[in-house]
């Protein structure tokens, strides 16, 4: 939890952010996704000023556990003095315990934001989905929170101005916007409208200039000029002179020519899979993943 202090910005984790959604995709399925289309609506986790502080404090977790499908689940939540925004005690359950900043006695208005984390920790925990070290896992959680569709909560609780900010999460604000947005071109959903703070919205459209960005990569059909002349330098190295591995900075990379033809993967622009398909020009493909189909220009 940033408070006060420097609010890091960009697309410094970006790499894991997209290793984490194409592990949510194996680990949930094509399916189990779609029945994530609805996002937390903010009157499920509205937390007034004069509401009790722990039977509202209650009331949004029992929300958050409703959201991810946990009915078994009970989180008993708490106050406590520590540095960071929340603590879960991850136990083989049904009975969670959550431990929240005492800042929330306040902020109650960021404390569904809290809790999202912290019930996506949960979720994780009971589907056996992990990264090695805390930095990758936690970062795992904030991606999934964000795109199931509780983590606008996260991006809302950012609020930065000349002499105070304030952050929850590990993701920066934009990389909380480019999940956000991933979800958005996926459910046609748009979260901006539940914001409230106004630093979130410029996150946001950040985030989504980053996302589009995922579809306008060749060999992509929708790749723009540039791209699609670096591809086809590309292509030509690959048949000529057997060149076309995996290169920093180039989403594709091309299989060389030898009993099959010259082939080409690059990451679904949806689930960042990689998909491998033959260069013949214009073809359609089909993510085995996310089911995303896909025009391609090979």
């Given at each position: 939890m940033a408070n006060g202090g420097p609010v890091e910005h960009g697309f410094p984790h970006l790499e894991t952010v997209r290793a984490s959604i194409t592990a949510l995709y194996r680990r949930l399925s094509y399916d189990t996704v779609r029945t994530f289309a609805a996002s937390v609506a903010p009157a499920d986790v509205a937390f007034g000023d004069v509401d009790d502080l722990h039977l509202g404090a209650?009331?949004?977790?029992?929300?958050?556990?409703?959201?991810?499908?946990?009915?078994?689940?009970?989180l008993v939540v708490g106050f406590r003095e520590m540095g960071h925004a929340a603590n879960v005690e991850l136990t083989a359950g049904p009975e969670y315990f959550v431990e929240l900043n005492d800042r929330f006695r306040t902020h109650r208005r960021d404390i569904g934001a809290a809790l999202a984390h912290e019930v996506t920790h949960v979720y994780l925990h009971r589907l056996d989905l992990s990264f090695p070290g805390t930095r990758d896992n936690e970062i795992l959680t904030d991606t999934v929170t964000t795109y199931l569709g509780a983590g606008w909560l996260l991006l809302d609780a950012f609020r930065e101005d000349a002499v105070s900010s304030q952050k929850l999460g590990y993701l920066t604000p934009e990389e909380?916007?480019?999940?956000?947005?991933?979800?958005?071109?996926?459910?046609?959903?748009?979260?901006?409208?539940?914001?409230?703070?106004?630093?979130?919205?410029?996150?946001?459209?950040?985030g989504m200039a980053r996302a589009r960005e995922d579809a306008r990569q060749p060999p992509l059909a929708a790749a723009g000029w540039a791209g699609r002349r670096r591809y086809a330098h590309d292509r030509r190295r690959a048949r000529d002179h057997g060149e076309g591995g995996e290169r920093p900075g180039v989403p594709y990379a091309f299989t060389p020519e030898g009993r099959e033809p010259l082939r080409v993967s690059f990451p679904c622009p949806t689930c960042?899979?990689?998909?491998?398909?033959?260069?013949?020009?214009?073809?359609?493909?089909?993510?085995?993943?996310?089911?995303?189909?896909?025009?391609?220009?090979?």
């Amino acid at each position: 939890m940033a408070n006060g202090g420097p609010v890091e910005h960009g697309f410094p984790h970006l790499e894991t952010v997209r290793a984490s959604i194409t592990a949510l995709y194996r680990r949930l399925s094509y399916d189990t996704v779609r029945t994530f289309a609805a996002s937390v609506a903010p009157a499920d986790v509205a937390f007034g000023d004069v509401d009790d502080l722990h039977l509202g404090a209650q009331r949004v977790a029992r929300e958050l556990v409703r959201h991810f499908r946990l009915p078994d689940a009970r989180l008993v939540v708490g106050f406590r003095e520590m540095g960071h925004a929340a603590n879960v005690e991850l136990t083989a359950g049904p009975e969670y315990f959550v431990e929240l900043n005492d800042r929330f006695r306040t902020h109650r208005r960021d404390i569904g934001a809290a809790l999202a984390h912290e019930v996506t920790h949960v979720y994780l925990h009971r589907l056996d989905l992990s990264f090695p070290g805390t930095r990758d896992n936690e970062i795992l959680t904030d991606t999934v929170t964000t795109y199931l569709g509780a983590g606008w909560l996260l991006l809302d609780a950012f609020r930065e101005d000349a002499v105070s900010s304030q952050k929850l999460g590990y993701l920066t604000p934009e990389e909380f916007g480019y999940v956000l947005a991933k979800r958005s071109l996926l459910f046609g959903e748009d979260p901006s409208v539940w914001f409230t703070s106004p630093q979130a919205y410029t996150a946001y459209g950040k985030g989504m200039a980053r996302a589009r960005e995922d579809a306008r990569q060749p060999p992509l059909a929708a790749a723009g000029w540039a791209g699609r002349r670096r591809y086809a330098h590309d292509r030509r190295r690959a048949r000529d002179h057997g060149e076309g591995g995996e290169r920093p900075g180039v989403p594709y990379a091309f299989t060389p020519e030898g009993r099959e033809p010259l082939r080409v993967s690059f990451p679904c622009p949806t689930c960042r899979q990689r998909i491998r398909v033959p260069v013949r020009g214009r073809i359609r493909a089909r993510c085995g993943l996310c089911r995303t189909v896909l025009e391609c220009d090979t």
